[in-house]
């Protein structure tokens, strides 16, 4: 039902004012095709200094941004740390989301950002899934995905796998193996609905 891009990389510049923050969300949103309706607004809060381009639309959003976060290292001294954070969610065409990751991966290689990117799908069925319903699920992903299972916790109230596919490109130590891949599962008992996520490398959000 829905899938999520995010995609974060530091700035190793000196301070970067308003305008030259405007300049680089802007030459990055013309490299990824976003046009010129969006909208830059100033999202600040205490040491955070923090300018957001949004483009909403009838597929997706898209959020850039470039973070300033000031950071007290003692005898009154700051460090300035600077981040660009990329942030695509999409209910519809869940099939391009993959390569949409890797066109915004490259617009910020070239320009020599040390990125760091994260891939999820959500997805909902009806009711609460029984222990069993949830191994068949996953069993059918990961089989799709041709990815095997690194380690897992399989209970009722608490299911989740890491895994590793050589299908897909990224991937994160994980004691001394590799994984690129994480399910879990999570009951909504309100709506009674069980959900799922599907994350590459791993999931980063609470479930």
Known sequence: IEGCIEISAPLNKLYLNQKEKKQIL?????????????????????NIDCLV??????????????TTLTVDIGNKNQ????????????????DTMLAYKEKIEKV??????????????????????????????????FHYLKAEEVESVKEEELF???????????????GDKEINLNLAFSYEEE?????????????????
């Open 191 to 207: 709506e009674d609905k069980t959900v799922f996520y599907l994350a590459m490398p791993y999931l980063k959000t609470d479930y």
């Open 53 to 66: 381009l949004k483009k909403e639309g009838e597929i997706g959003s898209v959020h850039l941004s470039i």
């Open 160 to 174: 989740t796998i890491y895994g590793y596919s050589d299908l897909l490109k990224d991937s994160v130590e994980y």
């Open 26 to 46: 802007e030459e990055i949103a013309k490299d990824l095709g976003l046009g010129n309706d969006y909208e830059l607004q100033k999202e600040d809060a205490e």
């Open 108 to 141: 910020l290689k070239v320009r020599n950002l040390e990125i760091s990117s994260n891939l999820n799908f959500k997805g909902e069925r009806e009711g609460k899934l029984s222990l069993e319903e949830q191994e068949r699920l996953a069993g059918k992903l």
């Open 79 to 94: 460090k300035l740390n600077q981040y660009v954070y990329v942030l695509y969610r999409s209910k519809k065409k869940m």
